[in-house]
Antibody, heavy 122, light 110 residues
């Protein structure tokens, strides 16, 4: 069974750093992309970036380039999303989601993590 | 950057009725790169349709997708109570490599 299990909710202060995780099981981690999607309170879905754990090829949305870092550790089947200096506007739910290999010809996110709620407040 | 515009913003229908949701792209999108998701309150998004018209695993056949170029449609043939949710379309643009979502259509019980 494919599962993406994200780390728990976080409460942080502006300026603090944070790294949230997405641990996968049930499939070969290195051979599927993992994307990150933001959902601000009461709002829609925003694509942040995507990583191919096999070679760490990473692409970012221009809106998030330089604001976050996406990484992956193949040895423990885990992808990460991190901030070096949080802002109140980073308050949102963050989802990781699996994406098939580009060679499939399709582009979609088929399995999603349960989400990590990040709250940034002084 | 390709922008997806979904309409209507809110659709009020009764169980048993047919729902037609629209997703319009600002530039042509490959059909292979168009997907639809359902999200219920407090839940994770769920893939419904990929490749514009292929149903994801386990999705009932009352859900269907169609369209090409800049105009895509998600149709729910006969609404069940569990179908009332927010629906998003998503596209991929290869140059530069970018994904984007529409702003969503809320399907509510009339």
């Amino acid at each position: 069974e494919v599962q993406l299990v994200q780390s728990g909710a976080e409460m942080k202060k502006p300026g603090e750093s944070l790294k949230i995780s997405c641990k996968v099981s049930g499939y070969s981690f290195a051979t599927y992309w993992i994307g990150w999607v933001r959902q601000m309170p009461g709002k829609g879905l925003e694509w942040m970036g995507i990583i191919y754990p096999g070679d760490s090829d990473t692409r970012y949305s221009p809106s998030f380039q330089g604001q976050v870092t996406i990484s992956a550790d193949k040895s423990i089947n885990t992808a990460y999303l991190q901030w070096s200096s949080l802002k109140a506007s980073d308050t949102a739910m963050y989802y990781c989601a699996r994406h098939p290999r580009y060679s499939s010809g399709y582009r979609y996110f088929d399995y999603w993590g349960q989400g990590t709620l990040v709250t940034v407040s002084s | 950057e390709i922008v997806l515009t979904q309409s209507p913003g809110t659709l009020s229908l009764s169980p048993g009725e047919r729902a037609t949701l629209s997703c319009r792209a600002s530039q042509s999108v490959s059909s292979s790169y168009l997907a639809w998701y359902q999200q219920k309150p407090g839940q994770t998004p769920r893939l419904l349709i990929y490749g514009a018209s292929s149903r994801a695993t386990g999705i009932p056949d009352r859900f269907s997708g169609s369209g090409s170029g800049t105009d895509f449609t998600l149709t729910i043939s006969r609404l069940e109570p569990e179908d009332f949710a927010v629906y998003y379309c998503q596209q991929y643009d290869s140059s530069p490599p970018l994904y984007s979502f529409g702003q969503g259509t809320t399907l509510e019980i009339k």
